[in-house]
């Protein structure tokens, strides 16, 4: 029996079997009737020096494995995105690497791929917004290269430098103007990077989303869609309704993305997500269900996910990355627990015990007897006896 002595969020440690039906992981076709992407983690190197500060060593095999296990699973990768730990760890040499063998094995099977694009290389202080747009363009050519659609992630050089709307447009509104092929913008809130407060040139998200609707109808052919990751049901969905026609919202948001997701009458959100990365199975088998017209089917697979991903995306929402690696980790698709700059420390025993109890509820540990024996040798290792 598949029994363990797990931590509790109250300090003490109760018994726990697993008693949930893992979905299983058969490929799966891609959706037909929304874009689904899954933000995909990085695998680190336990032989490396992954330590905080030091440059990102990755094991390339298990992080390449891992893409293709969620396409696979009939979703696009969305690649080199804050959950490749972007900005906590993953250094732009080591992001331009991921990028072009993403790139390579993406085209390999002629899959969808889409590949951040940021100003993480900047090394001055106070580089201007001209320094910044340079930035930007340095890394857009390594992604298109690679034949990814580029995705234009929220700067925080930008953050710091805008000293209002007009710089943002300006540095927006050049890089849409030179763009070979469309682009998705990402607004990421501060809940995901504290350092991105008053993006767009607004204290108050709400006042940037006309804003930002406007520099996507002005650019509208070199925008394929935005990513939304504010964890505002209201924000998004009046964003979705002033967008032009033919530019998709993808849903961010790790809270509410089943009705998102489903939508209503005026329209609904594609996905572009991180939990997608941990719940793949579910993700792919709910949206086949919805390409049928079976909501009732969509929201039973879907919605027991959504206790799973609140717990991995709860305050400090920024350490999502520990429990998505975490969860790959029980389901085999890497050897050890252990992150780039060593974030696998972001969250506690308790918060990691939770993921797995959670997860089991969904269905979501691929094989029980591996998650146990690797849950057991985590717990026995960290003085939790068993």
Same mark, same amino acid.
């Given at each position: 029996m598949n029994t363990l002595n797990l931590p509790t969020q109250n300090g003490t440690t109760a018994p726990h079997t697993l008693t949930g039906t893992p979905l299983g992981a058969a490929p799966m076709p891609a959706p037909r009737t929304r874009t689904a992407y899954a933000a995909a983690h990085v695998v680190a190197d @336990? %032989?490396?020096?992954? @330590? $905080?500060?030091?440059p990102a060593a990755l094991d390339w095999d298990r992080t390449l494995a891992f893409r293709h296990h969620l396409w696979d699973q009939g979703l696009g990768v969305a690649d080199a995105m804050d959950t490749a730990q972007r900005g906590m760890g993953l250094d732009w040499v080591a992001t331009a690497e991921l990028v072009r063998r993403s790139g390579k094995e993406a085209s390999a099977r002629s899959a969808p791929l889409a590949c951040g694009v940021n100003t993480d290389q900047l090394t001055?202080? &106070?580089?201007?917004?001209?320094?910044?747009?340079?930035?930007? %363009? +340095?890394?857009?050519?390594? *992604?298109t290269e690679a034949g990814?659609?580029? *995705?234009i992630m929220a700067s925080r050089a930008? !953050? &710091?430098a805008a000293e209002g709307p007009a710089d943002y447009r300006r540095v927006y509104g050049a890089l849409l103007s030179e763009t070979e092929r469309p682009v998705v913008l990402h607004w990421l809130g501060t809940a995901f990077d504290p350092a991105?407060? =008053?993006?767009? =040139?607004? @204290?108050? $998200? !709400?006042? &940037? *989303? +006309?804003?930002?609707?406007?520099?996507?109808?002005?650019? &509208?052919?070199?925008v394929e869609g935005i990513k939304v990751s504010l964890l505002d049901t209201a924000h998004e969905v009046r964003l979705r309704r002033l967008l032009p026609a033919g530019v998709r919202l993808y849903t961010g948001d790790d809270f509410h993305y089943p009705e998102l997701i489903e939508g209503d009458e005026q =329209?609904?959100?594609? #996905?572009?997500? =991180?939990?997608? @990365? #941990?719940? #793949? $199975? !579910?993700?792919? %088998?709910a949206l086949a269900a919805l390409d049928e017209g079976d909501t009732a089917r969509f929201r039973e697979i879907l919605e027991p996910t959504v206790p799973l991903s609140r717990h991995l995306f709860a305050a400090p929402t920024y350490y999502y990355k520990t429990g998505i690696t975490f969860l790959a980790w029980l389901n085999g698709h890497q050897d050890g627990f252990h992150m780039v700059t060593g974030l696998h420390s972001g969250r506690s025993l308790p918060h990691l015990a939770e993921?797995? %109890?959670?997860?089991?509820?969904?269905?979501?540990l691929d094989d029980p007897d591996r998650a146990t024996a690797r849950m057991r040798f985590l717990l026995e290792v960290s003085g939790v006896p068993q």
């Open positions: @336990a %032989r490396g020096h992954n @330590a $905080p500060g030091e001055r202080t &106070a580089p201007g917004t001209d320094g910044i747009l340079d930035a930007y %363009r +340095e890394q857009l050519r390594v *992604v990814a659609t580029p *995705v930008l !953050a &710091a991105l407060d =008053g993006y767009w =040139g607004h @204290a108050d $998200p !709400a006042d &940037a *989303v +006309e804003p930002v609707a406007e520099l996507i109808t002005e650019h &509208a052919d070199a =329209g609904h959100s594609d #996905a572009l997500l =991180g939990i997608f @990365a #941990a719940i #793949a $199975p !579910a993700a792919s %088998r993921v797995m %109890r959670l997860a089991d509820r969904a269905g979501l």
